[in-house]
T-cell receptor
């Protein structure tokens, strides 16, 4: 079973920042937090991952709390194309990624 | 690079029929995996492979077989299809976790399977 908790859905206005929360209260010291998204019926797309430091790439920023029990994915300027299901995933030493139900982000014009 | 390719895109089977879902990647990735996705659900891991000749079970392996004879290919076999296997199947690959970029898992476009 997935060990992360996300709200089922969230709305955001186009052009505004979208802050997507994730709880991973049972995360252990060697487990990374990954974010993927799935647009409509396409295959999931990698966004970003981190261990304990905040991370940034061309798509998003990942903010991880100091106790590592939660994180926030930030899409700085959401566009309509960012409407998707977003998955927050823990991964430790196992090769496996366990996806939960994710969170549906709807970006409104 | 074509990335991860899957065939067919769509398939209809009758209960009891067998078929193989094909998956191929041209990125020389060691790790490959199969997921299924049912309506309103997240992805569930069926089987995975960490390299040629090595496979292991995921969360929902029953009813499916895999083999990995080459680095490029990772077919998924349904020996006797059941209506419960109606789903969308995604194949994914990535390089070894120890290499740069190994964390990025690339997914194929999916195969939609309907079992009547």
């Amino acid at each position: 079973d997935a060990k992360t908790t996300q709200p089922p859905s969230m709305d955001c206005a186009e052009g505004r920042a979208a802050n997507l929360p994730c709880n991973h209260s049972t995360i252990s010291g060697n487990e990374y937090v990954y974010w993927y998204r799935q647009i409509h019926s396409q295959g999931p797309q990698y966004i970003i991952h981190g261990l304990k430091n905040n991370e940034t790439n061309e798509m998003a920023a990942l903010i991880i709390t100091d106790d590592r029990k939660s994180s926030t994915l930030i899409l700085p300027h959401a566009t309509l194309r960012d409407t998707a299901v977003y998955y927050c995933i823990e991964r430790g030493g196992s090769e496996k990624l366990v996806f939960g139900k994710g969170m549906k982000l709807t970006v409104n014009p | 690079n074509a990335g991860v390719t899957q065939t067919p895109k769509f398939q209809v089977l009758k209960t009891g029929q067998s078929m193989t879902l094909q998956c191929a990647q041209d990125m020389n990735h060691e790790y490959m995996s199969w997921y299924r996705q049912d309506p309103g659900m997240g992805l569930r891991l069926i089987h995975y492979s960490v390299g040629a000749g090595i496979t292991d079970q995921g969360e929902v392996p029953n009813g499916y077989n895999v083999s990995r004879s080459t680095t490029e290919d990772f077919p998924l076999r349904l020996l006797s299809a059941a209506p419960s296997q109606t789903s969308v199947y995604f194949c994914a690959s990535r390089s070894n976790l120890a290499t740069s970029g190994g964390e990025t898992q690339y997914f194929g476009p999916g195969t939609r399977l309907l079992v009547l």
